[in-house]
């Protein structure tokens, strides 16, 4: 099941839980809005007030890139080659997400699969990054933050859901999130996303056209939706939710799992000439 937990802070950008996820991982999100100038890139400094959110966008004149241009393509400041993806088996802990009549829990059936999932995508030659490894529950904040953290990663939650046709497969990709920018220029913690939405799309839709050819019934396209998972994360980023969790035995579900897997990994595959990386970890495309 998808989640839309609204728990960030009114007034705040970032929650002290992700900044302290960023500062652990060295990931000054210093995110460029989307601008039709595409000018230079935000590069994120030492200088970053530790108070101030941690995204800024590309109306501050200060660049710290010698050379970058305003072509968005092809400059010193990007790169091709998308390498990494990152990988959120939703839900763990506490919170085992939907449950099935028979005791089965998402929680531990997209732990699972994510297994198959990390194969089929190092099999593509990805590498692939885990937000948790075993029975844990770790926040969305520091979930967002193992994509935002890294240069030009990808990032899919799995999910199972408690809807929809059995053996079938839904793409969902964030609702749209205005930039919201402060007067300082800077976009909230809580529209990362809000750059990336082309790209997410783009890619949601690869992943479902593929999906689709394997699950008779799924969609033919990604459908947007509110997922809270997604608002934050800084990268091109898609929720993966399989139907359902009411199956009478988990083994329907298993059975998904390589089929799903492949989808994922060959649609993360056809995407990548469609991805130019930003050097800077967290930096709008
Ligand atoms: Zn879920």
Same mark, same amino acid.
């Given at each position: 099941m998808l989640l839309d937990v609204r728990n960030l802070p009114r007034n705040g950008f970032l929650s002290p839980l992700g900044m302290i996820s960023l500062l652990v991982l060295s990931a000054a999100i210093l995110l460029r809005a989307q601008t039709s100038t595409q000018s230079q890139p935000a590069v994120p400094t030492a200088q970053t007030p530790a108070t101030a959110p941690a995204i800024s966008t590309a109306s501050s004149p200060q660049s710290g890139i010698p050379g970058s241009t305003t072509s968005p393509f092809g400059t010193p400041s990007q790169r091709s080659g998308l390498s990494i993806v990152v990988l959120d088996p939703a839900h763990g802990g506490t919170d085992p997400g939907a449950r099935g009549t028979g005791g089965i829990r998402e929680s531990e059936i997209v732990l699972d699969m994510a297994v198959q999932v990390r194969r089929a995508l190092e099999l593509q030659g990805f590498q692939v990054v885990q /937000?948790?490894? %075993?029975n844990d529950n770790p926040s969305f904040d520091d979930r967002s933050a193992r994509a935002n953290a890294q240069r030009g990663a990808v990032f899919v939650t799995l999910h199972i859901s408690s809807t929809g046709l059995p053996g079938t497969v839904r793409v969902y990709v964030s609702s749209e999130l205005p930039p919201l920018t402060d007067s300082k220029g800077l976009i909230p913690w809580d529209r990362a996303q809000a750059p990336f939405l082309s790209l997410s799309r783009k890619f949601g839709d690869l992943v479902q056209g593929l999906l689709a050819q394997r699950f008779? %019934?799924?969609?033919?396209t990604a459908q947007a939706a509110t997922v809270r998972q997604l608002r /934050? /994360? $800084? $990268?091109p980023a898609i929720a993966v939710e399989i139907s359902s969790i009411v199956v009478d035995d988990r083994a329907q579900l298993d059975h998904m799992g390589q089929g799903v897997a492949d989808a994922i990994a060959e649609g993360a595959a056809a995407f990548r000439p469609m991805y130019v990386v930003p050097s800077v970890p967290g930096v709008a495309p």
């Amino acid at each position: 099941m998808l989640l839309d937990v609204r728990n960030l802070p009114r007034n705040g950008f970032l929650s002290p839980l992700g900044m302290i996820s960023l500062l652990v991982l060295s990931a000054a999100i210093l995110l460029r809005a989307q601008t039709s100038t595409q000018s230079q890139p935000a590069v994120p400094t030492a200088q970053t007030p530790a108070t101030a959110p941690a995204i800024s966008t590309a109306s501050s004149p200060q660049s710290g890139i010698p050379g970058s241009t305003t072509s968005p393509f092809g400059t010193p400041s990007q790169r091709s080659g998308l390498s990494i993806v990152v990988l959120d088996p939703a839900h763990g802990g506490t919170d085992p997400g939907a449950r099935g009549t028979g005791g089965i829990r998402e929680s531990e059936i997209v732990l699972d699969m994510a297994v198959q999932v990390r194969r089929a995508l190092e099999l593509q030659g990805f590498q692939v990054v885990q /937000t948790r490894q %075993g029975n844990d529950n770790p926040s969305f904040d520091d979930r967002s933050a193992r994509a935002n953290a890294q240069r030009g990663a990808v990032f899919v939650t799995l999910h199972i859901s408690s809807t929809g046709l059995p053996g079938t497969v839904r793409v969902y990709v964030s609702s749209e999130l205005p930039p919201l920018t402060d007067s300082k220029g800077l976009i909230p913690w809580d529209r990362a996303q809000a750059p990336f939405l082309s790209l997410s799309r783009k890619f949601g839709d690869l992943v479902q056209g593929l999906l689709a050819q394997r699950f008779k %019934g799924s969609p033919p396209t990604a459908q947007a939706a509110t997922v809270r998972q997604l608002r /934050t /994360t $800084a $990268a091109p980023a898609i929720a993966v939710e399989i139907s359902s969790i009411v199956v009478d035995d988990r083994a329907q579900l298993d059975h998904m799992g390589q089929g799903v897997a492949d989808a994922i990994a060959e649609g993360a595959a056809a995407f990548r000439p469609m991805y130019v990386v930003p050097s800077v970890p967290g930096v709008a495309p």
